[in-house]
């Protein structure tokens, strides 16, 4: 019998790199929130292991307030991947199962601390299932 090691899947932290919040007036607690969460994967030119989940969320609630965020996951293989399916597993549903998290952490901890304008907003978890679109970039701009 073989038995063969897996590569690591290596987390290194959300680098937060835009944050938007408007408000028109203190949020009742009991409007409805609209959520939208949208992961993008990048690859980044000649670093193999290394890759990026872009994690969009805006959370909008009508004549209240909109909360704007892009978040970066920055994630390292410890070696190539021979199984292509396994690897395209770990970018498409790990990484950001891994990443989601420190987002929602992040946005509840934001909210909590504007006092009265919203209260602590806590978005549901999230399931990731399918492909991630790519996103190209220059990395030179």
């Known amino acids: 019998m073989e038995v063969s ?5 290596m987390f290194h932290g959300v680098d937060f790199i835009n944050i938007k919040f408007d408000t028109n007036q203190q949020y009742d607690n009991e409007a409805g929130i609209d959520l939208n969460i949208d992961p993008k994967v990048f690859y980044p030119e000649n670093e193999t292991n290394f890759f990026k989940i872009f994690m969009e969320v805006s959370i909008h609630c009508e004549n209240f307030f909109d909360l704007n965020l892009v978040g970066i996951g920055n994630f390292e293989f410890d070696k190539e991947f021979e199984n292509l399916e396994l690897k395209k597993t770990f970018i498409n ?10 987002i929602r952490s992040f946005i509840t901890t934001l909210t909590t601390n ?19 679109p790519e996103l190209l970039i220059d990395e030179n701009e």
Do not use: R
Request: glycine share 8%; no cysteine.
């Open 114 to 132: 504007l006092g009265n304008v919203t209260g602590a907003i806590v978005i549901p978890t999230q399931f990731f299932q399918g492909d991630l």
């Open 5 to 9: 090691v897996q590569p690591k899947l």
């Open 93 to 102: 549903t790990n990484a950001p199962a891994i990443m989601f998290p420190y």
